[in-house]
C-alpha cells in the first residue's frame, strides 16, 4: 500500500542509510500522473526526455540531468526531479539522482509504455542502470500493451502485469537500442530489425515507427506528416484534432511535436497545407499561437493535393533540415523509408 502523501518516511536504519519503500520509474509525465493516482507505489516519479524530436541530447547533458542536485542544475528543468514536489519524494527529497534514489528504495519497477519515445526512454534507462548491479538485482519491467496515461487510477489500480526481469539480454539489447537510435545514420535501428527482439516486447514495433517518420521514397514526408495531408483531404481541418488523431492512431509525437509539423507544412516554400496566418506569430507570443492552432482551419493545396496523392516529392520544392535521432536529415543527405518494401533507402 503507498504512504499517504506529504508523510515523513521512516528511515530503514539509524543514520538515515536506506528507506523501506517502493518505487516506481515511468517513462512519461502522464504515466507517472495516472499510477500515483493507483497508488501503485509510494514514490512514483515520471521521466520527461523527448527522444523523438528534435536532436539529440548530448551524452553530457543527459549525464548531468539524473546526478545530484548542484550547481549545475542552476537552470529550470535541468534536474530530473525539478518537476516532482516533496510529496511524491517524501523525505528523501528532490535533490537525489536517479541512481541514490534507486539505491534507497527496496524495490524499483520500470513502467514502460508502448510508445517509440517511452521504449527510447526504456532503453536509455537501462543503459544508465545497467553497471549498477545492485540496482539492476532489485529492478523489473512491467511492459504495458497500452498508454497509461489513457486510464483512470482507479483502473490501472486493478491492473496484474507482470513484472519481468531484467535480464542481461534485456539490459544488452537496450543498450544495443539505445546506441543504434543515436548513431549518425538509421542503418544500426533498421539492422536491429533483422534480429532477436522478444527481450523487450514493443521495441520493434517501436522501431519500426520510427523508421517510417523518415522522409517517404516517393513524397518525401514522414508518415506522420504524409497521414496529416490525408486527413486533411479526408475532411478534417481543425489543427487540434489533428494532432489528437495523429497520436491515437501513431503515437510518435506528441501534441505540441503535431504543431511544429503542422507550422513545417504550412510555412515553407511550397505549402502543402493553407489556413493559417501569412505570417507565423513570434516564438514567445503563446497566446496568438494558441489562437492559431485553435481557430484555424487547414485545407490543401494544389501542390499538397498532388504530395497527398503520391504524385509529386515534398523535399524536391522545400528545404529539409530536421534530426532523426542522432541522423540529420538533409536535402543533400536524405535517408528515406519505402513504405512498400519496409525498407531503408540511403541518399
Not at 548530448?58 to 549545475?72: G, Y
Not at 501569412?278 to 497566446?287: G, N, Q, S
Request: hydrophobic letters at 40%.
Amino acid at each position: 500500500m503507498a504512504l499517504e502523501s506529504g508523510v515523513d518516511w521512516p528511515w530503514h536504519a539509524a543514520g538515515g542509510a536506506r528507506i523501506v519503500t517502493s518505487l516506481i520509474l515511468a517513462t512519461s509525465d502522464l504515466a507517472s500522473y495516472r499510477l500515483r493516482q493507483a497508488g501503485r507505489a509510494d514514490i512514483v516519479v515520471g521521466l520527461r526526455p523527448r527522444f523523438v524530436w528534435g536532436k539529440m541530447p548530448s551524452s553530457a547533458d543527459l549525464t548531468t540531468l539524473l546526478e545530484a542536485r548542484s550547481a549545475k542544475h542552476v537552470d529550470f528543468d535541468t534536474h530530473w526531479l525539478d518537476f516532482a514536489t516533496s510529496r511524491w519524494t517524501g523525505s528523501i527529497g528532490r535533490d537525489v539522482g536517479l541512481v541514490e534514489l534507486c539505491e534507497r528504495c527496496d524495490s524499483v519497477e520500470l513502467w514502460a509504455d508502448p510508445q517509440p519515445n517511452d521504449q527510447l526512454v526504456l532503453a536509455w534507462l537501462f543503459d544508465v542502470l545497467r553497471p549498477h548491479r545492485h540496482i539492476i538485482s532489485k529492478l523489473s519491467l512491467v511492459q504495458t500493451d497500452a498508454e497509461i496515461a489513457r486510464y483512470r487510477g482507479e483502473s490501472s489500480a486493478k491492473w496484474r502485469l507482470p513484472a519481468l526481469a531484467v535480464t542481461d539480454d534485456r539490459l544488452d539489447l537496450a543498450s544495443r537500442a539505445w546506441n543504434a537510435f543515436r548513431a549518425p545514420t538509421p542503418e544500426p535501428c533498421f539492422d536491429l530489425l533483422m534480429q532477436d527482439l522478444s527481450a523487450l516486447p514493443q521495441l520493434r514495433a517501436a522501431l519500426i515507427a520510427l523508421l517510417e517518420e523518415l522522409p517517404g521514397r516517393d513524397t518525401g514526408l514522414g508518415a506522420t506528416e504524409l497521414r496529416m495531408l490525408d486527413l486533411v483531404a479526408e475532411g478534417e481541418t481543425k489543427p487540434a484534432a489533428l494532432s489528437s488523431e495523429l497520436h491515437s492512431e501513431r503515437g510518435v509525437f506528441d501534441f505540441q511535436e503535431a504543431e511544429l509539423i503542422l507550422d513545417g507544412l504550412v510555412y515553407c516554400r511550397s505549402p502543402v497545407l493553407a489556413g493559417f496566418p501569412a505570417e507565423i506569430e513570434a516564438p514567445d507570443d503563446l497566446k496568438a499561437r494558441n489562437n492559431r492552432h485553435r481557430d484555424s482551419r487547414l485545407s490543401l493545396t494544389d501542390f499538397g493535393q498532388e504530395v497527398s496523392d503520391r504524385e509529386l516529392d515534398f523535399s524536391q520544392y522545400n528545404t529539409i533540415h530536421r534530426w532523426w535521432g542522432g541522423t540529420e536529415l538533409t536535402n543533400e543527405r536524405l535517408w528515406r523509408w519505402d513504405a512498400e518494401s519496409r525498407t531503408l533507402v540511403a541518399p
